[in-house]
């Protein structure tokens, strides 16, 4: 016993400072991949048994609501026909760069993290299908989280409630940028360092900003729940519940952001200092360095 408490210390030492170990890991998930499918079994026996022992009423039912949301979504397509359209009218007047789809691929989970102070996540995607660490994870809702580890037939995501997770937003009323911390809980998150008198508002909607590079701009990561101003204090206790379902969802997007698009030579500006620096006139004399 005590040499496995020495073996298990060294080992979370050795995963802790070094980064070795995540190809260590990739490769034991690799072959543990196997029983988390043989785990995922009885789930799906569950969900097809249930399918197919429901009565005709309740089949019926469940076909008119599923007709009732293609419709109601076929009306927001329709509109945001128009509005993309006239988007592009727009950014072409400005000159701006054309926005680009991002691709993606499908993927089903397949275990939770047992551990009540993570949460994280296991889905049926890995390295053969082009997954990769950082990768942004959606539902149906809006943003899940980030791929943090990746082995061949599988990936582990960090979602957003996560107390390590972080990421840049902005409000999507006003533009303003923060940053959005999970806090432990999957129906509460944190906007941290919010002035006092930032114009942040209950029900904004919290939405990627872009910054860092690593999730694309505009998805949907949470709504603005609570916003406390306390007197004396400069900073503000804004609470936000994600709009993704994370304890329901079973089906995600992986997104592959689209590259940035090159810079021309031409408009890439020049660096080098010149030799000889000129002197405006109406800024006053030069001093003895300028001369």
């Known amino acids: 016993m005590l040499a496995c408490a020495v073996a298990a210390s060294v080992l979370m030492f050795v995963d802790h400072r070094f980064t070795r170990m995540e190809e260590v890991r990739a490769q034991l998930t690799t072959v543990v991949a196997p029983i988390q499918w043989l785990v995922a079994v009885p789930s799906d026996i569950l969900a097809w048994g249930s399918l197919a022992l429901s009565d005709q009423r309740g089949l019926v039912e469940e076909n008119r609501r599923l007709r009732e949301q293609i419709l ?19 950014r072409e007047l400005l000159g701006a760069a054309a926005r680009t789809e991002a691709e993606y691929i499908t993927a089903e ?5 047992a551990d009540p102070f993570t949460h994280q996540m296991v889905i049926d995607r890995g390295r053969r299908n082009g997954v990769y660490v950082g990768q942004p994870v959606l539902d149906a809702s809006g943003l899940v989280g980030q791929v943090t580890a990746v082995s061949a037939y599988s990936s582990r995501v960090l979602m957003v409630a996560d107390a390590s997770h972080a990421l840049p937003i902005q409000v ?14 999957y129906d509460a998150l944190r906007v941290v360092h919010v002035p006092d008198t930032a114009d942040i508002r209950q029900g904004d909607l919290l939405v990627t900003s872009g910054l860092a590079g690593r999730f694309p701009s505009g998805y949907p990561v949470a709504r603005v729940t609570e ?3 306390d007197p004396g204090q400069p900073f503000a206790r804004v609470t936000a519940e994600p709009v993704a379902r994370l304890q329901r969802s079973r089906h995600f997007l992986l997104i592959f952001p689209p590259a940035p698009p090159p810079v021309p030579e031409d408009e890439m500006w020049d660096r080098e200092l010149p030799e000889e620096a000129e002197v405006d006139a109406s800024l006053g004399p030069a001093t003895e360095e300028q001369e």
């Not at 999507?172 to 809980?185: A, E, K, M, P, Y």
């Open 109 to 113: 989970l397949l275990s939770l993290d």
């Open 72 to 90: 109601h979504l076929s009306h927001r397509v329709q509109h945001m026909s128009s509005l993309t359209a006239e988007n592009v009218r727009l």
């Open 227 to 229: 916003v406390v101003h």
């Open 172 to 185: 999507n009323r006003n533009g303003l940028r923060f940053v959005l911390q999970g806090s432990g809980q």
